[in-house]
């Protein structure tokens, strides 16, 4: 990955922000168990934790994605990336010790892997801007971008990379395409309704959800793909949900049918893929600005998340989704995306689209106990990815450039019940 940051980037960021991230990084050693802090030449709008690790060097495989917003797309990509975070190391051995410094350092003859996020292999994004990568849960080699072009690609991994497949004059630059109300190829490049987000079915396999800017939600089924004919331009499933614009879809973990969505209007509902159509949604007045994103928790079907533009957070019983919801929390500005924690299933995790701030909460008591506010940003964080195989280990990428892995320090978040 390319490491450098402009003047003019540099000048987009307050003084007071830049204050911040100082004091930040003054205390870093003592808010972290481990970070790793990239710079690259364009932000990432996505970023998603592998779920294969490397147990000989404790290696994770990311996705993430360049933005150029339309101004080079030739840089347009989505890369896979991989990093060590050194938990293979013996740092405890006496012989590791450094006098000099007082801390343990590992042997100086031992080869180590990159201590940096390094690019592993680089897909160029066919068309318009890259929104959101997900691959899919039952094959991670098949990776689904949304476009802002109003395409969502799916690319299979195995098919990138290899020098003789890249050089033949036959590859598309994508192995198949999902397009919304499109007749033609060709609309591909000038259709203005934007893919916003997509998701996977975690029960059904090949089965994606996406939404867009015009305020479809749409079900997809990419076992309909042929190579003769790779655009699919008729999906299972096509709803219009929001006028204003759709944010966010999510599955049900456990259930192959059951889906949320949510959208400008302040709209957030449940949706059975059997009937085609909405079965509940919140009332008026439960949130503000736009709903930005949903998610279910991964260990509880029946607990809903839902983020808006005002900075707050509710927790909806999905059984009676049309009452209050059982409890809220308060970012304190913008969020871009929340995560629930896939080990800790009272961790939540929040992405401040202004602030530039992650904050980390467990929801188990009434209090709702801020745990951690990761301020390494020093712009709107766009998306947040916990590790599948470190309960508190998360990836997060920002409009600053950065993309950054850490790990709070242990004894800031794990109380007795929660280790």
């Not at 808010?31 to 709008?45: H, I, Q």
């Not at 009272?346 to 992405?351: G, L, M, S, V």
Request: some cysteine; proline content about 4%.
């Amino acid at each position: 990955m390319a490491t450098e940051s402009t003047a003019q980037e540099q000048s987009t960021i307050p003084n007071d922000l830049q204050q911040r991230y100082s004091n930040w990084k003054k205390n870093t050693k003592l808010l972290y168990d481990y970070l790793n802090t990239n710079a690259t030449k364009w932000p990432s709008l996505t970023c998603q934790f592998f779920p294969d690790l490397d147990t000989t060097s404790d290696t994770h495989r990311i996705l993430i994605s360049s933005f150029t917003s339309s101004q080079l797309p030739e840089d347009e990509a989505i890369h896979i990336s991989k990093i060590s975070t050194l938990k293979h190391l013996n740092w405890a051995s006496v012989n590791n010790f450094d006098m000099d410094e007082m801390e343990f350092k590992p042997d100086t003859n031992l080869k180590l892997p990159s201590k940096h996020l390094v690019n592993d292999l680089t897909i160029k994004f066919p068309n318009g801007d890259c929104n959101r990568a997900r691959y899919l849960p039952q094959n991670p080699d098949v990776i689904a971008a949304a476009s802002s072009n109003g395409s969502v690609y799916i690319f299979d991994r195995t098919k990138h990379g290899s020098s003789r497949i890249r050089q033949s004059k036959n590859l598309k630059p994508y192995d198949a395409v999902l397009f919304n109300n499109s007749e033609t190829v060709e609309e591909l490049h000038e259709n203005t309704n934007e893919a916003i987000s997509l998701a996977w079915n975690y029960q059904k396999e090949g089965t994606l959800a996406s939404c867009y800017l015009q305020g479809q939600v749409q079900i997809w089924d990419i076992k309909q793909y042929f190579h003769s004919n790779p655009v699919l331009d008729k999906p299972v499933l096509n709803i219009q949900f929001d006028a204003l614009g759709v944010n966010d879809v999510s599955w049900m973990p456990s259930h192959d049918s059951l889906f949320v969505a949510c959208g400008e209007s302040d709209t957030l509902a449940l949706f059975d893929q059997r009937i085609g159509k909405e079965v509940s949604r919140i009332a008026q007045n439960r949130h503000n600005g736009g709903v930005n994103s949903c998610k279910f928790n991964y260990q509880n079907n029946m607990l809903l998340a839902s983020a808006d533009s005002e900075g707050l957070v509710n927790m909806w019983d999905i059984r009676n989704l049309d009452q209050y919801p059982i409890k809220s929390i308060n970012h304190g500005s913008s969020i871009s995306t929340i995560e629930w924690n896939p080990n800790l299933d009272t961790i939540i995790a929040t992405a401040g689209q202004n602030d530039g701030l992650v904050k980390l909460w467990d929801v188990s008591n009434t209090d709702n106990e801020l745990l951690f506010v990761h301020g390494g940003h020093m712009l709107g964080v766009n998306d947040i990815s916990w590790d599948l195989h470190d309960s508190w280990l998360m990836c997060s990428v920002s409009n600053d450039n950065s993309i950054q892995i850490w790990k709070p320090a242990h004894n800031l978040v794990e109380a007795e019940q929660r280790v």
